[in-house]
Structures are given as C-alpha cells and as structure tokens.
C-alpha cells in the first residue's frame, strides 16, 4: 500500500532557469547530477519541454499502444517505470509545476532539480551568459537566490561559476542546510 502521508509532502525544489533557451540548462544539471550524488543527495529531475516530444520510439509497444490511442501508457519493469499521457486526448491543459511535483515520490529523492518553468515561484538558480545579449532574470523574478554565469559579474545575489559544478553544489548544500523546508 503506498505511502498516502509522503505524498501530502512535497519534495525540496530548485529551479534552473534562464532567458531564452540554449544558455546550458541541461548541460550543467548533468554536469551537477552526478556530483550532487557523490555528496549524498538522491536528485529527482522534471523538465519542461516546449515541444512535442516522445520518449518512446517507433516500433517498441509502449509506442504502438500510444499511438493507438491510449490516453495514459505505463511501462515498467524491474528496472524503471515511465508514465506517459496524451494531453490532447485527455482534454487537459498543459499541467503546471506543481501538477507534474505531485507525481514525484518524496520518499525516493531529496531534492527535485526544475529545468525550465522560469515562472515558477520556486527557489532557482539563474543560468546567464552575458555573450548571449539576454537581460538577467534576477533583476525581476525574487525567487532566483543565485546566478550561474560562464563570466563573473557584480551583482546583489551570489553568481556562481557556470563551469564549476562542484561550487554549485557545494552552494545548493549551503542552501538546503539554511533554509527551511
């Protein structure tokens, strides 16, 4: 039976954000994945995705009953199980966050890592090359405690070395040790 009370709990969720996508959102959580591992964390990952996408591919079953018709498919085996739901089927909006937050199991992580949804009133780390000609994030949204940049700038949050994984996490440590859940 499953565990009703640790699902009323949400998990801890730090968001990564940028302006405009191709900033290096997914190239640093992969980088930051394995070293937050390293020091004891059990990491969770949701990602917007802008576009249609598939996780399965043409031929496999999960494929040929989805596209069969099937609202939800669900696959699982002793290794992993996915869920995947076709919204336009089901009549359903886009979700929010918080919609995808409540298929997450707190039991199984200790932290959730957001990529994208850079509206979302959640904690986040701002991704921001200066090359790129975008204008910070920061200086609007009040729930980015921190900016990563590939160049050090002066500001009034913490900017953190884009290239330096281990920084990163070392400060995501620091913040979930000082700040309530």
Known sequence: MPNVAAHHQRPRLLGFCAQASGSGKTTLLTALIP?????????????HAHHQFDIDHPGKDSYRLREAGAVQTLVGSSRRWALITELERSGKPEPELF?????????????VLVEGFKLANIPKIEIHRPSLGHPLLADQ??????????????????????????????????WLSTTPH
Request: aromatic share 4%.
């Open 141 to 174: 949204d009040h729930s980015i405690i921190a900016i990563a940049s590939d160049v050090p700038f002066e500001h009034t949050l913490r900017v953190l070395d884009l290239n330096q994984p281990a920084d990163i996490a070392d400060y995501i440590r620091l």
């Open 35 to 47: 070293v937050l591992i390293a020091r004891g964390l059990r990491i969770s990952v949701i990602k």
């Open 99 to 111: 919609d995808l937050v409540d298929h997450i199991d707190p039991t199984m992580c200790d932290l």
